[in-house]
């Protein structure tokens, strides 16, 4: 048996790194369509369970797998991945000042067994100016990151505070997980 992080991301790599975890690693390229009358923790959920039922039949049968997706919702709106420029910008800007919610929903999976959570963390920005907003821009930082942003490199800067688990905001609520991973532990 052995333990497989199904995702593209170098930020959930260097959390399960960092919590001492052996792992291997696929992409599980999954349709990441949702229905529309989800809300954003739902929609979490729904993503991470979704991966993870297509990594489960990319691995062997007794191989533990963890999927996550991370969103950002602020006032009942879900931001993604910017996709240009200024959509990078309006998302900044609807962030600036304010306190917005990011959901993590993590699947673990073996075989045909799925268990399925999020975590809930609370962030809240500075005040931000069109030309802070510019600059951070400018480093490229924010086009792979729902909203805009990645509390763990330059986009630190932007954050006033957090109320929750801060490896949640980087993509992976890494405490939460080793708790449903302890159940594997005599198979990892």
Do not use: W
């Not at 291997?24 to 923790?41: F, H, T, Y």
């Amino acid at each position: 048996m052995a333990l497989v992080l199904a995702s593209a991301s170098p930020r959930r790599r260097e959390i399960m790194r960092l919590a001492g975890y052996s792992f291997s690693v696929i992409n599980p390229n999954a349709d990441e369509s949702v229905p529309e009358n989800l809300n954003a923790k739902q929609v979490a959920q729904q993503l991470s369970l979704t991966k993870a039922q297509t990594a489960i039949q990319l691995v062997n049968d007794d191989d533990v797998v963890v999927c996550a997706d991370t969103i950002v919702e602020i006032d009942g709106q879900i931001l993604g991945k910017p996709r240009s420029r200024d959509e990078a910008f309006d998302m900044l800007k609807t962030l600036s000042g304010k306190t917005h919610i990011v959901y993590t929903g993590v699947t673990v999976a073996k075989s045909k067994n799925f268990e399925t959570f999020s975590e809930k963390t609370l962030v809240t920005f500075y005040e931000l100016s069109n030309s802070e907003i510019n600059n951070y821009i400018d480093t490229k930082e924010p086009f792979d990151k729902a909203g805009a942003y990645g509390i763990q490199g330059i986009g630190c800067v932007l954050v006033k505070k957090i109320r929750g688990d801060y490896f949640n905001v980087m993509g992976l609520p890494i405490a939460r997980l080793s708790r449903v991973l302890s159940k594997y532990a005599d198979s990892l």
